[in-house]
T-cell receptor, first 114, second 109 residues
Framework: DSGVTQTPKHLITATGQRVTLRCSPRSGDLSVYWYQQSLDQGLQFLIQYYNGEERAKGNILERFSAQQFPDLHSELNLSSLELGDSALYFC?????????????FGPGTRLTVT | KNEVEQSPQNLTAQEGEFITINCSYSVGISALHWLQQHPGGGIVSLFMLSSGKKKHGRLIATINIQEKHSSLHITASHPRDSAVYICAVPQGSQGNLIFGKGTKLSVKP
């Protein structure tokens, strides 16, 4: 158990809908990363927050947004869902910013868009 | 060209065999991560290393920063080692990772 929690574990929804994925980092970790794993693209970085502020952005679609709240939990919002958004979404946390910190991954949310 | 290349893509071994998975990267980094993903989907961090060698149980990771190459070794492999092993490197100063495509390992009893 990494100490990172994600809810829900599974989500099945229809095209055009909007969903919210939630992540609670390990106690004491200030940095949260969101990653997407799809069959064709593999694992890709979406967005990163540190202590409530957005710090880095990757291949995140405009239909997707995220935020980190004062209690450090983070939410990833996906809207106008398309079939291609079906994927595993992971969040990871680390104690601080930078290349030298280990990242701890949550169990993931499996999103299926039908 | 993918910035992180892993080989082999697939590996089948007999229980007890010594296994090596290789990772090459093209970006300058100061640390490299080895991750394990089990069939259920969860990702576990195995190692983060920036030089030399690290050992944890039957797993050994090495890195050569000058040659931009890392290897993950599994000694006395066991069927429970069957998983996808993923190499990842930080893309920028914030630490966000870019990933290899993974090596799918299957260890037969």
């Amino acid at each position: 158990d990494s100490g990172v929690t994600q809810t829900p574990k599974h989500l099945i929804t229809a095209t055009g809908q909007r969903v919210t994925l939630r992540c609670s980092p390990r106690s004491g970790d200030l940095s949260v990363y969101w990653y997407q794993q799809s069959l064709d693209q593999g694992l890709q970085f979406l967005i990163q927050y540190y202590n409530g502020e957005e710090r880095a952005k990757g291949n995140i679609l405009e239909r997707f947004s995220a935020q980190q709240f004062p209690d450090l939990h983070s939410e990833l919002n996906l809207s106008s869902l398309e079939l291609g958004d079906s994927a595993l979404y992971f969040c990871a946390s680390s104690v601080a910013l930078g290349q030298h910190y280990e990242q701890y991954f949550g169990p993931g949310t499996r999103l299926t868009v039908t | 060209k993918n910035e992180v290349e892993q080989s082999p893509q697939n590996l089948t071994a007999q229980e007890g065999e010594f296994i090596t998975i290789n990772c090459s990267y093209s970006v300058g980094i100061s640390a490299l991560h080895w991750l394990q993903q089990h069939p259920g989907g969860g990702i576990v961090s195995l190692f983060m290393l920036s030089s030399g060698k690290k050992k944890h149980g039957r797993l050994i990771a090495t890195i050569n920063i000058q040659e931009k190459h890392s290897s993950l070794h599994i000694t006395a492999s066991h069927p429970r080692d069957s998983a996808v092993y993923i190499c990842a490197v930080p893309q920028g100063s914030q630490g966000n990772l870019i990933f290899g495509k993974g090596t799918k390992l299957s260890v037969k009893p």
